[in-house]
């Protein structure tokens, strides 16, 4: 079977969020998956398998099968696309778990759509409060996660939270953001997800389903420039519509195998 290792939102070999890519040649046991996912020992490894004339796309971390993976779908189309499989004029549609998701090639970048995850304003639980050990200017949440906007780009850069109690947490993770002090982006985040293995992601496409819609109400703006400011960083747009987010990305393939298993 063959496989690549593919950073996305970014165009700089290291840098952006690395993910496996896996063309299964025939039907799979989710179990296998979970090993394979594990051995590869990366954020995010993606299972595609074209049957009964559809695309089907499975994501993993190394501990878990996760519901949505917007890096994983991201890598999954470049990879179709760069191995001649699907015409880079042609729309891939993912038949997953969490419905059709789209992909599209356009002017460099990779358009996914996802559906829209809006927050709820929250009363601050103490166990999220301690976890972070900062004042929080706002917190919603989602049907997948807290959302905490802090005053500053630095206090979002600079934030040390406690893993092990956000890990307590009844919740897929924690989304932490502020607006960006830069006119480069509109506003910056981080992403801490140790309830999926995940101490902190370096890029998640579908934490911006709920942040394209959050700073789309804070700036009153429809098309976003977004930063995720972790160790190795990833730069998205963010285009938000009624029920669904348009996520853009680029990606580049750093290495290329065979899975002899």
Not at 87 to 115: C, H, M, N, Y
Not at 135 to 144: A, D, E, F, W
Not at 214 to 223: G, M, P, Q, V
Request: with cysteine; aromatic share 10%; proline share 5%.
């Amino acid at each position: 079977m063959e496989m690549s290792v593919i950073n996305t939102f970014t165009v700089q070999p290291f840098r952006g969020n690395p993910a496996a890519v896996c063309l299964l040649t025939g039907e799979k046991e989710s179990k296998w998956m979970q090993l394979v996912a594990k051995e590869i020992n990366l954020p995010t490894t993606a299972f595609i398998h074209f049957t009964n004339h559809q695309w089907q796309l499975r994501w993993f971390t190394t501990t878990t099968e996760i519901p949505i993976c917007g890096h994983g779908t991201l890598a999954s189309a470049s990879f179709l696309w760069e191995k001649g499989l699907i015409s880079k004029d042609e729309v891939i549609s993912f038949q997953t778990i969490s419905g059709v998701l789209k992909a599209r090639f356009v002017d460099g970048w990779v358009q996914l759509q996802f559906p829209a995850m809006l927050e709820e304003k929250t009363n601050p639980p103490e166990l999220l409060l301690k976890a972070l050990g900062v004042q929080p200017v706002y917190i919603g949440r989602s049907q997948l996660d807290y959302l905490v906007e802090v005053e500053s780009e630095e206090m979002v850069r600079d934030l040390k939270p406690n893993i092990d109690l956000i890990a307590q947490l009844p919740v897929r993770g924690v989304i932490v953001t502020s607006p960006s002090k830069t006119n480069e982006f509109d506003f910056i985040s981080r992403f801490f997800s140790p309830s999926h293995g995940i101490i902190e992601d370096y890029v998640n496409g579908s934490s911006h389903c709920c942040l394209g819609p959050y700073w789309k109400r804070r700036l009153n703006k429809t098309e976003l420039t977004a930063y995720q400011a972790s160790e190795r960083g990833g730069i998205l747009k963010v285009k938000v519509l009624d029920h669904n987010v348009i996520l853009s990305g680029q990606a580049v393939t750093i290495f290329e195998g065979k899975l002899f298993v």
